[in-house]
Structures are given as structure tokens and as C-alpha cells.
């Protein structure tokens, strides 16, 4: 298949352009066109970017979201590739799962899926899973996500024996026991709403933990990689500083969600507020920044995690916590931090830092690499419009507010795998 996008920019140049895709790559920039021809609308081009942390919810939550709906949702976020977490029902713990998920995403047309497969069997936390057949079949990291790792030698031996297969250990870094019932971040908002707190010391000792872990490895000459996801806190933030000035093997993400939100927007009792590691403080979010800015961070993932409107109806003792917000993310940090960030420096976040943290080829607008595109409208604004989301959760913390930045083509494997109306 042959497409040419015309009428685009490079995002260093204000030169309009045209690149020809053909037979899943970049054939090259301002030759004839051949093929399909669409216009760029003047839009910049951009590498599709990727997602390290998103719930698909299938198999088994399907009312929440499906493979369908989740990639779609992705692709209209600007997203060509996406890990899905593994805590579904039955959990992502047996090849067989892998394969069928990575067959069904296939034929969809939509973002590129590839799964992430538990650490342990059922996310129990006492058993390894089978590691080396899961990632035959396809895997391509190992995490417990949703379940934090409570018992350090099976985590020691989970990252021993992932080191030695060239694959990444995820980490949800709570500590189970701190955390308690805590629903929202411990502090003067939690005391003045009555409600219980989970405190930062929570993720930076699991945080803390885990670093020490993962440091008597590399002291036997381990080559384990260690991911933290959804780091929320300036202490374990600096934590992970400390660890790679060190020289250790570590990473992490942090998560739009923790940047532009804090915990004072739970003062209204709302759920959809409501997330794990929960909303921190205006100083942790500006750490984070921070983090961004000075590369500690290494990637943004979105952690899109949707449920039913029902769930996240309840009250916030009973409601499920999660955001699902996987195709405004690059618009929302855009918007938000383009000025802070610089647009490649944010771009490298969401497409060049993911894959280095992956080990995946660097994405790449030059003629021979794959042709997995966005073309960003950085210029227009658009209201947030949940109603028009492609995921099953069609209700965000930031509907009706007014973002650029916004895909108008995703491009999967030289396919459009978006187009906006």
C-alpha cells in the first residue's frame, strides 16, 4: 500500500512538506506523490507516539473497555503502539492469552498492541510466572500492575530472572501496608474531608525498597532493569535520582493525571478524582515537572484506566480508582507544559523515551523507518468533548476545557489507523 500525506511540517521547520509511506515505511519526503493522497491540513508530523501503561480491560472487563475501543481510543490520542497491563480476568499470566490478545489487535486497524504479561502467576505475588514462555509468545515487559509487589524475594527473583531474558520488571511502588484504606493523598485536604489518607512515604519506601533490591543485583552483576510506574511524589522522586546518578538500571513514567491535578480537586467528594497512587500536592506536581525537565523522568504514560460511569459514581470509599483519558493526554500536556517542556522535548517523552526505555528502535521521520505517524493541529484550540471519546468511558476531569495539540491522522505500519472528521 502506497499513502502520501501532503501540506505538513517537521516540528524543527516551518517548510510545508510531503512524505510518501509505502509497504509499512517511509519511502521518502518530497517525491512524487503516488497512492492515497491526504492532506496534513498544515498539521506538524510527528512520530506516533507510545503508550508504556494502559488497561484495555480484556479479557473479562469488557464493559469497561475492550481491545477495540481502548486501540481506537489510543490511535485517536496519536498513539501507533500500546502496552496493556495485565491485571484483567483471568489475569495476562499464560501464553496462550498473550497470542490471542496480539491476534485480535491485529486485525482491528488501530493502535499496535503488545502486552505486558504478570510477574506472577494470578498476581499473587508468591509465584514467578512463565516468564520465558511469555515472552515467546509476545510479551514485552512484566508487571504485577495493579497489585503491589509485598514479598522482596519473589521481586529480587522476578527482576534476576527477567534480566537475564533482556526484559523490563514494572513496579507499582506502594507499600501496601502504608497505604492502608487510604483513598486520596494524606494531608490538610484528607483531615479537613474526613476521609482516609494514603501517605507519600507510602510509594517513596516501596520506592526505596526496591532501589535497594534492585541494587544488590547489579552488585552480583545482574543485568535487571527496574520501571516504576505512575511515580506521584517529589521524595520518590528523588529517590530514582539518587538511584542513576548511582548508575543503577532503573526508570520510571509519570502520568499527565499527577501533573495538572492534586488533591484539592477531591474537596467535592468525586470519584472520578480518584486514582492509585492518588493525587498529591501542587509541590509534588511541580517536582515532577522537574523530573521532566532534567531527565530523571524517562517517559509519560497515561495510566488510562477506565471503569463503568456507575463505578466511578459511587462514593470515594467504595468507587474504583482510575482515569481513562488515553486520546487527550498529548493535547492536555501540550497545552498545559508545551511552553515549559518545548515541543520535542515533550515529543521525545512520548515517543523516543519510551522506546529507549524498551530497548525498541529509535522512531524516526527519515526515509526507510516504519511509518507509524501523527500529525498534530498545534494551533487550534478544541473543547474536550467526552461524548465524542472512542473509549467506553466517556467522561473525563477535563471536559469542556479548551486544548491544541490535537491528532488530525494517526498513521499504524503506513495505515491510517485515524483520521479526524
Known sequence: MTLTITNIKRSNSDKTETVTLENGVI?????????????????????????????????????????????????????????????????IDDPAIVRSLIQKANGLGFARLHPAAALTKGQNGETLAELSY???????????????????????????????????VSVHAEDAS?????????????????????????????????????????AQGSGAHLHIQHLSTARALELVRGAKARGLNVTCEVCPHHLTLTDEALRGFDAIYKVAPPLRTQRDADALLEGLKDGTVDCIATDHAPHTRAEKERDLLDAPSGIAYIELAFPLMYTRFGGD?????????????????????????????????????????????????????????????????????????????????
Open 27 to 91: 519511502k521518502g519526503w518530497n517525491i512524487p506523490a503516488e497512492g492515497e493522497t491526504i492532506d496534513g491540513q498544515g498539521g506538524t508530523l510527528a512520530p506516533a507516539l507510545i503508550e508504556l501503561h494502559a488497561h484495555l480491560r480484556e479479557p473479562g472487563q469488557t464493559e469497561k473497555e475492550d481491545l477495540a475501543s481502548g486501540l481506537a481510543a489510543a490511535a485517536a490520542g496519536g498513539y501507533g503502539t500500546v502496552v496493556c497491563m495485565p491485571n484483567t480476568v483471568p489475569v
Open 134 to 168: 511469555l515472552k515467546d509468545a509476545g510479551a514485552v515487559m512484566f508487571t504485577d500492575d495493579g497489585r503491589t509487589n509485598e514479598n522482596a524475594r519473589v521481586l529480587w527473583l522476578g527482576l534476576e530472572y527477567a534480566g537475564s531474558l533482556g526484559m523490563v
Open 178 to 218: 502504608l497505604r492502608a484504606d487510604g483513598v486520596m493523598n494524606e494531608g490538610p485536604v484528607s483531615e479537613a474531608l474526613g476521609l482516609p489518607g494514603n501517605p507519600a512515604a507510602a510509594e517513596a519506601a516501596r520506592v526505596a525498597r526496591d532501589l535497594e533490591i534492585l541494587a544488590g543485583l547489579h
Open 341 to 421: 517542556l518545548g515541543l520535542d522535548k515533550l515529543l521525545d517523552l512520548m515517543t523516543a523515551g519510551p522506546a529507549r526505555l524498551m530497548g525498541w528502535p529509535a522512531p524516526s521521520l527519515e526515509a526507510g523507518a516504519p511509518a507509524d505517524l501523527v500529525v498534530l493541529d498545534l494551533e487550534t484550540e478544541r473543547e474536550v468533548s467526552p461524548a465524542e471519546f472512542k473509549s467506553k468511558a466517556k467522561f473525563t476531569p477535563w471536559a469542556g476545557e479548551m486544548l491544541r495539540g490535537w491528532p488530525l491522522l494517526t498513521v499504524v505500519g503506513g495505515q491510517v489507523a485515524y483520521r479526524r472528521e
